[in-house]
């Protein structure tokens, strides 16, 4: 509990005072917390909350709606041309949508439909590029709480908090589940693991920046913990590394 309130403390301090920014990376499989994390995480400290994972998401449903073929380059490169990929607040929900060339798409990129395409687009060099450039392009600044695959190893590998996330396959798959249920999408728990184990050897297989714990990450198994206790988890290492950075000195004493 102390603890806890020491970390409120420090979360207000480093709210209102002039500081310099971080990026935070949270990588990782598949429905282990990613996302949850960092969202919460972001609006603790007032940055901007970038999911990487909706992007690839957006750029499976322009190729699907387009028919463009995987093992085409020039296809590709030309439609990547045309794809507009952008993040507004959403005040319903406190949280950011995805847009698709001035189209909201959030709730379409997250059906199952999208799960089951997004890994083979998300290998492609070209759209990796495309993808990276843009990510890095919108934490350039700092500030960012970035989820994905590759953001503490190659979007970018001088953030200041990098975390490695996992958990147990079922639990992911029943947290995917749940998740898709409340979006009135019932998908048998079978299909949910397939598509996870699937996903997970081509992420972690790929050529072009596969899914792997950058050397100096933080290893974090989210299997029996709560959204809450990841969050803080995340909190203490971010707010020691801007405390750091700040080279602030005891800003814990008030
Ligand atoms: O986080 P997610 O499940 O929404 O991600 C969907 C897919 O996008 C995932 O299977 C792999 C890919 N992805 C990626 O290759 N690199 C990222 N930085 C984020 C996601």
Do not use: W
């Not at 806890?4 to 420090?10: A, G, R």
């Not at 199952?112 to 590029?129: G, L, T």
């Amino acid at each position: 509990m102390a603890k806890c309130q020491n970390l409120v403390v420090s979360l207000v301090l480093l709210k209102t005072a002039k500081m310099r920014k971080i990026v935070i990376a949270l990588d990782g499989y598949s429905a282990c917390g990613k996302s949850s994390t960092a969202k919460l995480v972001a609006s603790q400290l007032g940055y901007t909350y970038i999911d990487t994972g909706a992007m690839y998401r957006a750029v499976t449903l322009y190729f699907y709606e387009n028919y463009i073929e995987l093992t085409n380059p020039k296809a590709i490169a030309d439609a990547l041309e045309k794809i507009d990929i952008t993040f507004r607040f959403n005040p319903n929900t406190q949280h950011s949508d995805t847009y698709l060339n001035n189209l909201n798409v959030e709730d379409e990129i997250r059906k199952m439909y999208i799960s089951e395409r997004v890994s083979p687009v998300s290998a492609i060099a070209e759209v990796r590029r495309a993808m990276v450039r843009q990510q890095q392009k919108l934490g350039k600044k700092r500030g960012v709480v970035m989820d994905g695959r590759d953001i503490g190893t190659t979007v970018f590998p001088d953030a200041e908090v990098k975390v490695f996330m996992t958990a147990d396959l079922y639990t992911r798959a029943f947290r995917r589940q749940k998740e898709l249920i409340e979006k009135d999408e019932i998908v048998d728990l079978d299909e949910i693991l397939e598509n996870l184990k699937t996903r997970d050897r081509i992420d972690t297989t790929r050529a072009e920046s596969p899914l792997k714990k950058a050397e100096d990450a933080h290893f974090l198994d989210t299997t029996f913990m709560t959204v809450d206790e990841q969050v803080e988890y995340v909190l203490q290492l971010a707010t020691s590394s801007i405390i750091k950075i700040n080279k602030i000195e005891k800003p814990l004493e008030i």
